[in-house]
């Protein structure tokens, strides 16, 4: 299935884990919830709730995730249990954790953001809908909103061994490794700029947080509108300067472990006290979202940490793989009915470092945009290495 | 752009097709009882399907070497009914071929009932056993196993895909749905969920100790969990009124946000679902002539679902009842198969299978009794709209409007 | 019955994951759950359970039935030496 979204959706905010784990702690805040996690759900939840640095709970129309195979530790952890204890006093955790939404409603959770949400589980092929779902999300959520989007798989022995059973990416007499990860990014209708004035001008007209001390506070730099040093993402103190965030770009979306980040507060409504019953009323009520560009100023610092307002990427469209051959010499750009030439990266490229699995592209999508290495003009980014793979097209 | 249901389909412990389970449903009896299919040692009583999985690749003819979960043969056993129902109503012999279908499935277990039985054996040897078994483990492979048998029938379908959103999966796919065929990615949405029994989710399910020893009792007093049960249920979707059952007027979303399993007691989350479903329908709740409630049974969700009915219509709660008695608790498949039902009852302005069954005292908080299924509502007013909802663990809430399509000028109650 | 206690402390905080805490920040005789002591909750009191029959067992049906014995470390302690098998 081929999808152009209707309208300019623009991705930001992009955070990734493949490999090296960060220090969870710095940003799964909660002692209590961290040790009921299992691996992959730290990873994921950890994705989700970078990505969402900074950016108002009311301000996201949904979340959104995708899996091929969800929590196999977890899943393979309680079935064995089962044999293994005939069935008595087994533990609930990991059976909790085996369902493939646990992201998404932890994410949800500890962000107290009651909009929509959702999770796909659809091999390599579940980041098309979850993207096609965003899509026409953010058209009926209206400029001013988010959309989370999100993706994770994790490799096992157990799995290794099966799917090699199965032949899963055989590649001539071998196979390709089997690699695990997880990704997030923002997807919005508006082009990023500088959240923290648009909230601070939207907060005084539709009392937005209002009720609740900390969560204003937090939306305050003390800073004039149009300021450099207008601190992004939202910090308590408010005194954070740009320079600090100027060094380097990554450091809202790194891999490695965490190093100590300047911007303490995390998140903005940390103090969950704003109760879900103050929501009720605004559910579906667009007037109280905060409109990313309505009040922007000159500074365009987007999402993603960078200052380069002109580095916008968007997300112009997706189809299958098995799309393409339908096309004239197998042209990108007629498939997607453009006029220009389209870079092409490839996942299978990226095998060696990232291994195979079945979210690798939106894991090397946002792997790609953290480390600006997404070319200008059109890009695609095509899932060469699932057999359901599909080809997503960005233009920066 | 109205939503129209164009094609019906069923299966689950009240019966193998739609008319079967109406029947059995009206009759009031729960057939409930112990599972027989697999051993184990866990005696709850459980909403089997009578088919075994050589009956149900009969039905569909599908040879009975090939592996295939049971989840998918139940599901497609619906969307076959759901498919021939649709060629009925519409007319449209060939339409299945000509349209644009897009098959969007709800699943929580996917192929587990066969990746057990091989874990079961093998575990401690993974190059043991037939690993063609384990092919069909995830929620995606299930649905993709149904997509290409629907392609080999001549389906044409342009898009697939699964939602695992655990208990209220179903009602996300026909969420979904309505939403692509509005924004003209498809021209016919086939959407639903499935779920087959299988010890992985048993166990689990009485790991959280929340499973009823006894048959359920939705909204009682002395209620005491939920009752697990198997099954599917799919929609047909259409843009096109010929024929059509009912329409979809109206969908909501919401997460509670409140804790991974349990509902808040005020049933924050089903009241925001529930909203959001009748502001998109444009109803105000007074137009609500009767409420399909998730209703499991368990102490949890019952309280927090009445808390929220009596908030979302302040006060005057419509006739409303649990089905999950006939049915059990089809995980994935509940809004899938209660959409269904929810769907008869308009098109015949019946609700005489619609009743709950196992109550007698009200919970005391809210002082709300169940519909239970008697005759008398024919002459009340004609059935309009419908409200069904279904409520998965990580707080994924999900709320449905269905009306009927007498009078397509207003959907308001005359 | 120190090392019964000190154990039990090492074995919780394994089972359940408590990763900041060191068997010197279990006071023995406060309470494990609620507020006011490790803040533990009814799915740590159906592990808890599984431990008690694994490592001692002791069989106990549910967690309402294990209130009164895994209301703090010591009382888990003294529970055993009563009742279970101590290695």
Not at chain 1, 28 to 47: E, F, P, Q
Not at chain 2, 229 to 256: F, I, K, Q
Not at chain 2, 281 to 296: C, E, K, Q, R
Not at chain 2, 297 to 326: C, H, I, W
């Amino acid at each position: 299935m081929l999808f152009i979204p209707h309208k300019h959706l623009y991705i930001s905010g992009t955070s990734y884990v493949s490999a090296d784990e960060p220090d969870y702690k710095e940003v799964i805040t909660d002692a209590n919830s961290r040790r009921r996690m299992g691996r992959l759900l730290k990873m994921a939840v950890w994705c989700g709730l970078k990505s969402l640095d900074g950016v108002p709970s009311e301000m996201v129309a949904g979340i959104i995730t995708s899996t091929g195979a969800g929590f196999m530790k977890d899943t393979i952890s309680f079935g064995s249990s089962i044999f293994d204890r005939e069935e008595t006093l087994l533990n609930p955790s990991p059976f909790m954790q085996s369902t493939f939404n646990t992201a998404s409603g932890y994410i949800a959770l500890i962000r107290k953001i009651h909009a929509y949400n959702t999770t796909y589980v659809q091999q390599a092929d579940g980041f098309a809908a979850s993207l096609v779902d965003a899509a026409m999300l953010l058209d009926d959520a209206g400029e001013g909103n988010v959309a989370l989007v999100g993706a994770f798989d994790e490799v096992t022995p157990e799995v290794d061994a099966i799917r090699q059973r199965l032949g899963l990416y055989r590649v001539g007499d071998g196979f390709l490794p089997l690699g695990e990860g997880a990704a997030a990014f923002l997807l919005s209708a508006a082009m990023p700029t500088d959240v923290s004035e648009s909230c601070r001008a939207t907060e005084s007209s539709t009392g937005l947080g209002g009720d609740d001390g900390s969560e204003s506070d937090s939306w305050q730099s003390g800073d004039e509108a149009g300021s450099e040093s207008a601190s992004w993402p939202c910090d308590e103190s408010g005194s954070e300067s740009a320079s600090e965030q100027d060094g380097d770009a990554n450091s809202e979306c790194s891999t490695g472990p965490l190093r100590e980040s300047e911007s303490a507060s995390w998140p903005c409504d940390e103090s969950g006290s704003e109760s879900a019953s103050e929501h009720g009323g605004e559910f579906g009520s667009k007037s109280s979202f905060c409109p990313l560009h309505e009040y922007g100023g000159t500074s365009s610092r987007s999402l993603n940490g960078t200052k380069d307002g002109n580095a916008a990427l968007r997300f112009c469209g997706l189809a299958n793989l098995s799309d393409l051959p339908k096309c004239a010499e197998n042209s990108l750009a007629e498939l997607f009915g453009i006029n220009a030439g389209v870079n092409v990266i490839s996942c299978a490229d990226h095998v060696e470092s990232l291994g195979a699995f079945r979210s690798l592209l939106p894991v090397l999508l946002c792997k790609l945009i953290s480390e600006q290495q997404i070319p200008d003009g059109y890009t695609a980014i095509m899932d060469d290495v699932n057999e359901d793979g599909v080809i997503v097209l960005l233009h920066k | 752009m109205e939503v129209y249901v164009s094609g019906l389909g069923a299966i689950c412990a009240a019966g193998t097709n739609v008319a079967e389970c109406l029947e059995s449903m009206r009759s009031g009896r729960s057939m409930l009882a112990p599972v027989r299919r697999f051993q184990t040692a866990l005696g709850f009583p459980v909403g089997e399907v009578c088919l075994s999985d050589d009956e149900l690749k009969e039905a569909l003819d599908i040879d009975r070497q090939e592996v295939a979960s049971r989840t998918a043969l139940l599901g497609l056993k619906a969307v076959d009914e759901a498919l021939t129902d649709f060629v009925s109503r519409s007319g449209k012999a060939d339409g299945l071929k000509e349209l644009r279908c897009a098959f969007l499935s709800g699943t929580s277990v996917g192929g587990m009932d066969l990746s057990e039985v091989f874990w079961q054996e093998h575990r401690d040897d993974l190059t043991g056993g037939d690993a063609k078994c384990l092919s069909m483990h995830t929620p995606g492979d299930v649905t993709s196993m149904m997509a290409h048998y629907l392609e080999s029938r001549g389906v044409n379908i342009v898009f697939s895909t699964t939602i695992s959103t655990a208990c209220s999966a179903a009602g996300n796919a026909i969420m979904l749905g309505s939403k692509m065929l509005r924004e003209g990615l498809c021209d016919v949405a086939i959407v639903g969920g499935t779920d087959s029994l299988c010890r992985f989710t048993m166990n689990g399910f009485n790991s959280l100790r929340i499973l009823d020893p006894e048959i359920c009792r939705p909204f009682d007093e002395s209620r005491a969990g939920l009752n697990l049960g198997e099954g599917a249920g799919y929609l047909v979707l259409t843009a096109d009124s010929e024929g059509a059952v009912c329409r979809l007027t109206g969908w909501g979303n919401a997460n509670e946000a409140y804790h991974q399993t349990a509902s808040s007691p005020e049933g924050i989350g089903p009241g925001l679902s529930m909203s959001a479903a009748l502001e998109q329908a444009g109803l105000d709740p007074s137009d609500i002539g009767f409420v399909n409630t998730h209703g499991t049974g368990t102490q949890v969700n019952d309280l927090a679902e009445s808390n929220a009915m009596l908030r979302v219509f302040d006060g005057a709660v419509p006739p409303f009842s649990s089905l999950k008695a006939y049915t059990g608790h089809t995980l994935a498949a509940s809004e899938g198969i209660e959409a269904v039902l929810v769907c008869k009852s308009l098109e015949l302005n019946d609700l005489s299978f619609m009743g709950s069954c196992g109550f007698s005292s009200p919970i005391p908080e809210t002082g709300l009794v169940p519909f239970r299924g008697s005759c008398s509502y024919a002459s009340k007013p004609r059935l309009r709209n419908v409200l069904s909802s279904a409520f998965g663990f990580s707080g994924n809430c999900v709320s449905l409007v269905f009306s009927d399509i007498i009078d397509t000028q207003s959907s308001k109650a005359l | 019955m120190d090392e019964l206690i000190e154990k039990l402390k090492a074995q919780l905080i394994e089972a359940l994951n408590l990763e900041e805490i060191t068997p010197e920040d279990i006071d023995p005789e406060a309470p494990l759950f609620g507020d006011d002591g490790l803040g533990l909750d009814s799915i740590d009191a159906l592990e808890i359970i599984l431990l008690l029959d694994k490592d001692y067992g002791i069989k106990l049906k549910n967690p309402a039935e294990g209130k009164q014995v895994f209301y703090s470390v010591k009382t888990m302690a003294d529970y055993i030496r009563e009742h279970g098998k101590t290695a």
